[in-house]
């Protein structure tokens, strides 16, 4: 099921560009359609140069969209009704209201709230398979980013990673 429309899609807090970035996928992640936007506060949380001189890169091309229109009371009575979320898990759940947009995250409590507001959540597994069915990536760079990404961290879905690698090569 490949993308056949653009999708505004918000990345959560810095944890799915960190992914992004240690698996080698950044670049290939700019080149599917899609429009991406995120806040202000997530930027703040990239502290590595390094790192954010590669996310700048998108950031000046206008490739990521840096929304800076949010409302700060907004804010404060999204996390004040939601004691699980950062400040700036408020802002991407705001700014994902606003444009009714797909949330990327690996962050439980603001996907729960995501899905609670009705919004469409994914994860860094969608992207990685994305990026195979749009032949970004061969189905063998897919499977080892797969395991590099269980290896890189420790928080990834294992089952949800061994069920997409099933999935690949039983077919």
């Given at each position: 099921?490949?993308?056949?429309?653009?999708?505004?899609?918000?990345?959560?807090?810095?944890?799915?560009?960190?992914?992004?970035?240690?698996?080698?996928?950044?670049?290939?992640?700019?080149?599917?359609?899609?429009?991406?936007?995120?806040?202000?506060?997530?930027?703040?949380?990239?502290?590595?140069?390094?790192?954010?001189?590669?996310?700048?890169?998108?950031?000046?091309?206008?490739?990521?969209?840096?929304?800076?229109?949010?409302?700060?009371?907004?804010?404060?009575?999204?996390?004040?009704?939601?004691?699980?979320?950062?400040?700036?898990?408020?802002?991407?759940?705001d700014l994902a209201t606003r444009h009714k947009a797909t949330v990327l995250s690996s962050d439980q409590?603001?996907?729960?709230?995501?899905?609670?507001?009705?919004?469409?959540?994914?994860?860094?597994?969608?992207?990685?398979?994305?990026?195979?069915?749009?032949?970004?990536?061969?189905?063998?760079?897919?499977?080892?980013?797969?395991?590099?990404?269980?290896?890189?961290?420790?928080?990834?879905?294992?089952?949800?990673?061994?069920?997409?690698?099933?999935?690949?090569?039983?077919?």
């Open positions: 099921m490949a993308v056949s429309a653009k999708v505004e899609v918000v990345i959560k807090d810095a944890c799915i560009m960190f992914d992004l970035i240690d698996l080698g996928l950044l670049d290939g992640f700019y080149q599917l359609e899609l429009i991406v936007m995120t806040t202000p506060g997530v930027i703040a949380e990239i502290l590595d140069e390094t790192q954010l001189k590669q996310i700048q890169v998108y950031i000046d091309n206008g490739r990521l969209q840096i929304d800076t229109s949010g409302m700060l009371e907004d804010l404060d009575q999204i996390v004040e009704a939601n004691p699980g979320l950062s400040f700036t898990d408020a802002s991407v759940l409590s603001l996907r729960k709230e995501s899905q609670k507001r009705g919004l469409t959540v994914r994860g860094l597994l969608w992207i990685i398979e994305q990026l195979h069915l749009e032949q970004i990536l061969a189905i063998e760079v897919m499977l080892e980013k797969l395991k590099l990404y269980q290896e890189l961290n420790k928080w990834a879905p294992r089952s949800h990673i061994e069920a997409l690698i099933k999935k690949y090569v039983t077919n």
